[in-house]
């Protein structure tokens, strides 16, 4: 809905509410026109209705009003009928308050000016608690802070998979949610139940409160990934339209901001023809090709914090229990002509423990190539060790097209090591439209800037009339991962536009290794625990603070209770 669609609705629902309550006014002792009144109405009720009147402010915030007026109409239900029944609550809110008209016209009613308040009975005592409790939370949920687990190893080793995060929505200015029907603090899905949480429509217009500062290069953003159409992760079935606040969230590095030419060249990114210089906690990762005329061995590796690559053991025979037991851990199985097997593992290999109880013997020949993922200060560590002939970062050629590159054309053979140059367009900019770059752009103007544009002829027609410019109504983005070989990111589906932006990391308040393994394999992470994920030096954990904080909390209470005593 645009802003004017939304503001017939609202004068609507003005009159509806001025038709259905004037006369309920009138018998508050108000002027009955004080009900067609917008914003003031519901001052004069939250008025003689006793409650407090900067309540106004929340009815305006989307989610969080869904809750209240269920509660303003309960309370209008409490102030005009002796002593309403628990099911009367119920049909006044499935009713969408509704139910109150006929207390309007009514003329036996009056108001109960010595009445029960609501949370005074029973029921809704614990009603009311459990209202406002789920009314602070959304608040903050929605305008201030909202927690964000890492699923997924795109920012290794900068962030963790297993690592929990506190995003803050007020440093870029909190986005007013766009979906204007949606359960409180659930995001795409209801949990158990397994469906959406939300209404396609109405949808509330693209709003942005004042933020502290502006998406920088570098900074780590959490965004809503605008090549969404799936309705449950590892579920095939058919893809689905969300609106823009539904979509996934994402978590990745901004490196290029609107305005800027951005070019990949041998997996380094140059912004304007300058390499974009990393801050110092960012750890990006490459696979690499490692040669030994030794056998690289897979401790080494593991010592420098490699990752992603494979192992090769060799047995001489399984039994079917011995072959159930490891299978978990296998990425590929082959039997030589000589009868033995070959067991291909990802770099955890088979546990010792499985190995021991099951007593099975194997050898691992140590290979002379090896390709691993790893940092360029673990490049670095291994190229010095006296075993390793030679070590470099595995690049895909130029004019090699990668597999799934934006933008998925013919005349780009771009891949995730060469890529550009292309430029992000800021507000106000004008995108020629030429045959040879409007793939680049298509989905820019089209989808997410809302243009209609058609091809006739060898002419462009933007919005029904011939043209060769289109200006730009937002600011875009380009958003990487750390992880550069193992991460989906802008070189897939392309720009990400300022509307898509959610928040920013400030702390990681929990970590855990072994995350996707299950609850009780998890490892809790200490020195990760409470460390800020922006900032100068290397992450420092301040979980210490907290423990001392909880400790002294307590040392306090009972040292109170003693004197007490």
Same mark, same amino acid.
């Given at each position: ?17 001025? =038709? ?29 209705? +006793? ?19 269920? $509660?303003?109409?309960?309370? /209008? ?10 099911? @009367? ?10 139910? =109150? ?22 029921? !809704? ?13 959304? %608040? ?26 506190? $995003? ?15 359960? &409180? ?13 939300? %209404?396609?429509? &109405? ?31 590892? *579920? ?6 969300? &609106? ?31 390499? %974009?210089? /990393? ?16 056998? *690289? ?32 851990? /296998? ?7 000589? !009868? ?16 021991? +109880? ?7 020949? %140590?290979?002379? @190539? ?7 200060? !673990?490049? @670095? ?38 890529? !550009? ?40 027609? #933007? ?24 991460? +989906? ?43 800020? #994920? ?12 907290? #423990? ?18």
């Amino acid at each position: 809905m645009t802003l004017a669609q939304w503001l017939i609705f609202f004068l609507g629902v003005q009159i509806i509410h001025g =038709l259905g309550t004037f006369k309920l006014y009138q018998k508050a002792g108000q002027a009955g026109y004080k009900a067609f009144i917008p914003v003031y109405n519901l001052v004069v009720a939250l008025s003689f209705l +006793e409650r407090p009147k900067w309540w106004t402010v929340l009815f305006f915030m989307p989610i969080i009003n869904l809750i209240l007026f269920p $509660v303003l109409w309960i309370d /209008l239900l409490y102030a005009f009928k002796k002593n309403p029944r628990s099911r @009367e609550m119920l049909w006044v809110t499935l009713s969408l308050g509704l139910y =109150l008209v006929p207390l309007n016209y009514a003329s036996d009613v009056e108001f109960q000016k010595d009445r029960q308040k609501p949370e005074q009975t029973k029921t !809704g005592e614990w009603l009311s608690s459990l209202t406002f409790a789920v009314v602070a939370a959304t %608040l903050v949920h929605t305008y201030f802070l909202q927690p964000y687990a890492i699923p997924t190893g795109s920012l290794e080793r900068t962030l963790r998979i297993g690592d929990f995060l506190i $995003v803050s929505k007020f440093h870029y200015g909190a986005r007013i949610p766009m979906t204007a029907v949606s359960t &409180p603090m659930v995001h795409d899905t209801l949990p158990i139940l397994k469906v959406k949480s939300y %209404l396609k429509k &109405p949808q509330i217009p693209y709003l942005r409160l004042p933020g502290i500062e502006k998406v920088e290069k570098n900074d780590i953003v959490v965004f809503n990934w605008p090549a969404d159409t799936v309705r449950q992760f590892f *579920v095939k079935e058919k893809g689905v339209k969300k &609106p823009i606040d539904k979509k996934s969230n994402y978590v990745k590095r901004c490196v290029g901001t609107p305005g800027d030419t951005l070019e990949i060249i041998d997996g380094f990114v140059y912004i304007n023809g300058t390499q %974009l210089a /990393l801050d110092e906690r960012a750890k990006p990762m490459y696979n690499h090709k490692i040669y030994s005329s030794k056998g *690289v061995s897979p401790n080494l590796l593991k010592q420098v914090d490699a990752d992603d690559f494979s192992r090769k053991f060799i047995t001489e025979s399984l039994t079917q229990d011995q072959y159930n037991a490891i299978i978990p851990h /296998l990425i590929g199985v082959n039997q030589t002509s000589e !009868g033995s097997i070959e067991l291909y593992t990802t770099s955890d290999g088979i546990p010792v423990s499985i190995l021991r +109880e099951y007593r099975i013997a194997l050898k691992e020949p %140590l290979s002379t @190539e090896v390709t691993a993922n790893l940092t360029l200060t !673990g490049s @670095e560590l291994l190229a010095q060790h006296p075993s390793i002939d030679s070590i470099s970062i595995d690049l895909t050629p130029k004019g090699v097209s990668g597999y799934n590159i934006f933008p998925q054309n013919d005349n780009y053979p771009w891949n995730e090591d060469q890529f !550009g140059p292309i430029y992000l367009p800021k507000v106000g900019d004008d995108i020629k439209l030429r045959l040879s770059t409007y793939p680049l752009y298509k989905k820019l103007l089209t989808e997410y800037e809302g243009n209609t544009i058609e091809i006739e002829n060898g002419e462009f027609l #933007v919005n029904g009339i011939p043209s060769d410019k289109v200006s730009v109504k937002k600011n875009y983005y380009w958003m990487m991962g750390d992880n550069r070989d193992h991460s +989906e990111d802008s070189r897939t589906w392309g720009f990400v536009p300022e509307d898509h932006i959610l928040g920013k990391p400030i702390f990681i308040w929990m970590s855990w290794d072994n995350f996707n393994d299950g609850l009780f394999k998890m490892k809790p992470r200490w020195n990760r625990f409470f460390t800020t #994920v922006k900032g100068p030096g290397q992450p420092k954990s301040y979980l210490w603070v907290l #423990v001392l904080g909880v400790l002294g909390y307590f040392g306090f209470k009972v040292v109170k209770k003693l004197k007490k005593a």
